[in-house]
């Protein structure tokens, strides 16, 4: 049956960074004060007849904003892998944080597909607290609203496929409407956690990152993430360096900045 499905490649694309110790990335701290740096990504999931963005990033904007270091726009680490925003038909959120939907309006042409959950949460209860909402921008968050009502997003409930081969599933913990993506490819089911998991040592270790909505459900997701793909080597964390070392370069010019994640990653 599987074999009946369509393959697609999918590409990390790695936009930007910033620096950070291990006790800023775990629930209950680390006993290693040592750097842990953070990269943020978009993901492209493509073969000859369709093209899926996974996420959109920030630009400039947010990353002085927030402190982040922008390595180049997401519209240009797009281009540097053949892919025009204009082009783009469909992206799914997999949530509303700043870093995942910031460049939202460059593509004029896409669909957005967004779980219900979500988009309750972002415009919600929660959002009167500081904890919860510094994540989000309300210019994002507005934007998505008209977004809504010019019939551009594709709302979901649990789980859904996107296109044969390509399905969302709601996991929540993180925001309470954060989805992951699951494709088939050459190598089998390899599920794009995003922030179901920033790290590998997070669903590995079964350990928390401490920006949570519900602690219950970021847990059961790390096992849902390892049920949803073929072997704990199918699964990507979301803002892990390890992605770039692991996986091979969709070519040697775009080595640390396109990486091959329908390929096996090196063993670490
Ligand atoms: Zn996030």
């Known amino acids: 049956m599987a074999a009946e499905l369509p393959r697609y490649e999918v590409i990390a694309l790695k936009y930007a960074s910033r620096g950070g110790a291990r006790p800023d990335h775990f629930v209950g701290g680390d006993p ?101 909402a510094r994540p989000f921008e309300v210019e994002h968050v507005t934007g998505f609203v008209r977004l809504v009502y010019q019939d551009r997003v594709a709302f979901h409930d649990g789980d859904a496929e996107i296109a044969p081969g390509i399905s969302v599933h709601r996991i929540g913990g993180h925001t309470a409407g954060l989805q992951c993506v699951r494709v088939h490819t050459g190598r089998g089911w390899v599920v794009l956690a995003s922030d179901a998991s920033h790290y590998y040592e997070h669903f590995e270790q079964q350990r928390c990152f401490p920006l949570v909505y519900h602690v219950g459900e970021m847990v059961e997701g790390f096992a849902r993430l390892r ?41 670490p």
Not at 48 to 77: C, I, S, Y
Not at 97 to 102: A, F, S, T
Not at 235 to 264: F, K, N
């Open 32 to 132: 290693h004060d040592r750097p842990m740096p953070m990269d943020y990504f978009l993901w492209v999931v493509r073969n000859e007849d369709r093209l899926v963005l996974v996420d959109t990033g920030f630009n400039q904007d947010m990353a002085v904003k927030r402190h982040r270091t922008l390595l180049r726009r997401p519209g240009e680490a797009l281009a540097l892998v053949g892919v025009a925003t204009r082009d783009v038909r469909d992206i799914v959120v997999t949530h509303m944080h700043n870093d995942h939907v910031g460049t939202f309006e460059e593509y004029p042409n896409a669909r957005f597909h967004l779980q219900d959950d979500e988009m309750a949460f972002a415009t919600g209860r929660f959002m009167c607290c500081d904890r919860f």
């Open 227 to 267: 049920a949803l793909a073929d072997s704990p080597e199918h699964v990507v964390p979301g803002h892990d360096p390890l992605v770039v070392e692991r996986y091979p370069a969709l070519s040697p010019q775009l080595e640390g900045i396109a990486m091959r994640l329908d390929q096996a990653p090196r063993k």
